[in-house]
Structure formats: structure tokens, C-alpha cells
């Protein structure tokens, strides 16, 4: 029987490449999704879509509420920067973006720990990058490891492995650029068409073309030298 | 102004001593109940009542599904043990009990972590206590270290500080009695009228005095030379 893993799945280019690449390494996949609060359902249906496509075992998304507690433009009220250049974007001297969500991964990991844990399995894929977004505290290689190490005190595998593995904290994107990313992704056929990565699409569905994610994202096909099969808004002159 | 901190509220004996504690040193308290999956709800009306008697700043009640992932007899199929003896209750050697919850309070320390990023508050308090629930492996000392170490990675907070103090969780009662316990809130004049320990109460709400948790509360208020005020089911001869 092939071992299980949790897959955290937003319905974006980088998860689905995660997905993808546990998947390629022959885990029987179990996709986990979250609606927060976000300003748009498009993500959650991107999700199912990617899940079905890539074959998954099961695919559960948990609805919880972050906006209860406010802080961050992606959960509310806040404006979500448009046309920033890509200095403003990718420079950790920029500081924490005003989209960081509270705490978001280490909630998204706790539920996904949960789920592990209740299937028996030891194996959870995170799509965190510390290079394109070195302002989230919670993409960061030192805080996986601090994950990891709390996860194999917090649960009956842990405490039952007694210094053993435990849980391992996959995170296969952590060290590459968009446009690796997108290349792997390639490699492995995801269907990269059927992903959201727009903070702030129009209302017919197109990607914005200038919030922070879709430069990033049009900066990684561009780089990879592949087309972007999502459609966008047409540039402003 | 007085420093604020989040505490985590389940309506039972121990969180409510813990808000007594929190509010006796002089925090502003932000009180966080969850409602997920449990089989009545009568914990959460007791955490709205105990926050209300306090005087907390502010109480979330956060809904979540953890009985979408299934595993515990908290959170729905499983019988909840009952008449089990003191030694099969307490003794770390019977492993962990069927009423653990996968990952729970990872789960709630992290919504707690968010709420505390989002009101820029750096203290947790939760009731976890080693000695009574030994089984349950994310109530021990060494789990909640690694979870504050993972904390201060997690958030703007503990970046910001630098290898600063960041978030503390604090768990005043891990190393205390359960006698000690009620001994202490009642010195702080915690009204234990208003709280629900019961795993499994009885359709007019008595207390079912045989399940684990009403046997270890007996315990503690016989060992404390205190009467409990809460109503229990007559004992079975």
C-alpha cells in the first residue's frame, strides 16, 4: 500500500505543483483546502479542479473563519497593492506585506497535522517559497523546521515514533524561483490553466494582471520561457 | 494601558481557573472558545458565561469542523469511556485515551497565535495540565516549549523581535494537582457553578459523575475539602 500524505491546496500555481511532485514520488495524496475569509471563491473551485485532475484519494476543505480576528488585506478590509514593482515585491527589506494572513501556515499545518494524524500518515506537503515572498515570517525554512519539531511532540505518531521521524514537513519549492517552479510543474504535466494565483480577480474571472501575485507569476512563465494559459486583464498603458 | 493576552476558554475547570489567573495579573483578556464537532454545547454557553463573569475585553467563539477528519470520541462515533478506575485514568502506562483529539491544541494555540498577532498581544494562556491527562501528548511541558520556540518563527511578532521573547504561552497550571487547582481558583473566586467538565452529560444537564473527566473533577474538589456545585447524576450502586 503506498504511504499517505496531506497535501495543503490553495487552488495556485505552487500548490498544484506540489501536489504534482508527491504525487510523481508515488504518495496516495489527500488534498486539504481552506476557505478563510478570502475576497473571492475562485481559489476553492481552482482547488477541486487541480484535486481532480491530478487524481487524489480525497480532498476536504475546511471552512474557518480568520476573518473573526481581522489583520491582513486577503481576509478584508484592506486594499490589496497593485502595479508595485518587483523590487517593492520580492526585497526583504520591504518589510511584511500588508497581505501576510495571521499565523496562516501555522494553522493551515495544524490542520493538516490533524488529518495526518487521524490517517495514520507521517507525510505533509506545504507549497511555501522563501525566495519570491521573503516577507511572510511563516515561508521560511527555519519556521518549517520549528513546525516539524513541535509536530513530533503534539501527536500520537510523534510521541509513539519516541525520537523517531514523526512527521516530515515536505516543502519541495522552498529553495526555487517561480520559473523552476513553473518548469517542474511542466515536467510533471499540471495543467497550470486550471490554477488561481490573482489576489484580486475581475469579476468575469480574469487575473488582475498588477496585484503582487499575478506579477510574480507572469515574471516566472516569462523567465521559464513558457505561456501563461490563464487569462488577465489587458495592461494598462 | 494594561498588556493584553489571549486565553483559551473551554467552559471547563481548568480554563476558567486559568482567565481568573491571566485576569489577576493584570491582562486585558481576549478569551477564545471553539466549537468543533463536540458532542454537546454546552461547554461553549459555559465559556460565554465564565467570560462573562470575568470580565473579559472581548470573547470569539471560532466554529471548526474537526469531525470532518474523524478520530476521536469527542468529535463523534466512539463511545466515551465510563467507570474507568484512577489508575487506568491517570497512569501514563494506558497510553494515550480514545477522547484525544488529533492535533487539538495545535489547533487552538494557533488560532490563538493569530489572534494574538492581529491585537499585537505577545501572551497565550491555555489550561494544559501533565499530571491529571498524562496521555495526551500535547499537554506536556516539552510540547508547549516546542510550540512557543515554533511561535516565534511563525509571526511578525517573534520576527520582529529579533531572538526576543516574541509570543509566551503560558500554562500556569501544568505542573499542578487538580485539588491545587480548584484551590487556587477558588481563592480567586472563580465561581465553578458556571462550568462544565462532563464529557457526556445527561439530557437536563447533570454531570454523568462517571466519565474520566467527571471522576478526576470529583477527585479534586474531595482532595481540596471543597464541594462542587455543579449537579451530577446520582451515583450507580
Redesign the interface.
Given at each position: 500500500m503506498a504511504k499517505k500524505a496531506v497535501i495543503l491546496l490553495s487552488g495556485g500555481l505552487d500548490s498544484a505543483t506540489v501536489l504534482a511532485i508527491a504525487h510523481s514520488r508515488g504518495f496516495d495524496c489527500h488534498a486539504l483546502s481552506f476557505r478563510y475569509g478570502q475576497r473571492h471563491e475562485a481559489e476553492t473551485e481552482a482547488a477541486k479542479r487541480v484535486a481532480q485532475a491530478v487524481g487524489v484519494e480525497d480532498h476536504?476543505i475546511?471552512?474557518?473563519?480568520?476573518g473573526?480576528?481581522?489583520?491582513s488585506a486577503l481576509t478584508g478590509a484592506m486594499e490589496v497593492p497593485k502595479g508595485r514593482d518587483m523590487e517593492e515585491i520580492s526585497s526583504a527589506t520591504s518589510g511584511?506585506p500588508v497581505t501576510?494572513?495571521?499565523?496562516?501556515?501555522?494553522?493551515f499545518?495544524?490542520?493538516a497535522?490533524?488529518?495526518a494524524?487521524?490517517l495514520e500518515a507521517q507525510d505533509i506537503f506545504i507549497g511555501v517559497n522563501a525566495l519570491d515572498y521573503s516577507g511572510y515570517?511563516?515561508c521560511?525554512p527555519?519556521?518549517i523546521a520549528?513546525?516539524q519539531?513541535?509536530?513530533?511532540?503534539?501527536?500520537?505518531t510523534?510521541?509513539e515514533a519516541k525520537g523517531g521521524e514523526g512527521i516530515t514537513i515536505h516543502t519541495p519549492l522552498i529553495e526555487m524561483t517561480k520559473a523552476e517552479i513553473i518548469a517542474r510543474g511542466t515536467e510533471l504535466k499540471v495543467d497550470y490553466s486550471l490554477t488561481v494565483s490573482c489576489y484580486d480577480p475581475l469579476p468575469d474571472g480574469r487575473a488582475c494582471r498588477s496585484c503582487d501575485a499575478c506579477q510574480l507569476r507572469l515574471k516566472g512563465f516569462a523567465e521559464a520561457a513558457l505561456a501563461d494559459p490563464v487569462t488577465y486583464a489587458e495592461a494598462m498603458e
Open positions: 476536504v475546511m471552512e474557518i473563519d480568520l473573526a480576528f481581522g489583520g511584511i501576510y494572513v495571521p499565523a496562516r501556515n501555522t494553522i499545518l495544524s490542520f497535522l490533524a488529518w494524524e487521524t515570517p511563516d521560511r527555519e519556521y520549528a513546525f519539531n513541535m509536530a513530533s511532540f503534539a501527536t500520537k510523534g510521541v
